[in-house]
């Protein structure tokens, strides 16, 4: 049981080139996320899915495109990268309304995260 | 503008020590409280969280509290240990599983 992955682990980008990051849970969890972190900003919500084929605009979503294609794995795309996109970026899973309300279902797995760089 | 503040950046803390991290928010729709914890070049893991029906959780050596009225809650962590030295993270939910972040407090566990 690996839990939630995410490949690459690093990657350094030229602006104007485009790139996808990978995610992938095993753990039958119905919503994913995309987040990114900057020093002194917490986690920060790009984009979510709350079940395979649908997605959902977070709270920093410019700039990024996703796709839930199968329910295991959830897509981040960077059509033309930007200096201001250097980040790390985390992927979360977690069970959703299968598990009912409030039954824990807020609590989020994260993946070891992807560190990318745009010159 | 951020929903949940992590207003102490840092935080260092004898071993044995306890150690409080601090949390306020202003959404009060916020019913569900989670703390999550980050070591360098690795995924928050979740730590303990609290409902909204609740002023007290208890997982070991961590309690989480929870001040509706002053919407604020804090996490103790009793006895510190040098393992607790990481990146923690409080984060709130109002039930639709979006979870909004704090910036984090750095804490470090002196020997």
């Known amino acids: 049981n690996a839990g939630v992955t995410q490949t690459p682990k690093f990657r350094v980008l030229k602006t104007g080139q485009s790139m996808t990051l990978l995610c992938a849970q095993d753990m039958n969890h119905e919503y994913m996320y995309w987040y990114r972190q900057d020093p002194g900003m917490g986690l920060r919500l790009i984009h979510y899915s709350v079940g395979e084929g649908t997605t959902a605009k977070g709270e920093v979503p410019d700039g990024y495109n996703v796709s839930r294609l199968k329910k295991q794995n959830f897509l981040l795309g960077l059509e033309s990268a930007a200096p201001s996109q250097t980040s790390v970026y985390f992927c979360a899973s977690s069970y959703g309304q299968e598990r009912g309300p409030r039954m824990g279902t807020d609590t989020q797995y994260f993946g070891p995260g992807t560190r990318l760089t745009v010159l | 503008d951020q929903q949940v503040k992590q207003n102490s950046p840092s935080l260092s803390v004898q071993e044995g020590r306890i150690s409080i991290l601090n949390c306020d928010y202003t959404?009060?729709?916020?019913?569900?409280f989670l703390w999550y914890k980050k070591y360098p070049a690795e995924g928050p893991t979740f730590l303990i969280s609290i409902s909204s029906i609740k002023d007290k959780n208890e997982d070991g050596r961590f309690t989480v509290f929870l001040n509706k009225s002053a919407k604020h809650l804090s996490l103790h962590i009793v006895p510190s240990q040098p393992g607790d030295s990481a990146v923690y993270f409080c984060a709130a939910s109002d039930g639709d599983y979006k979870l909004s972040f704090g910036a984090g407090t750095t804490v470090t566990v002196r020997a």
């Open positions: 959404n009060s729709m916020f019913d569900y």
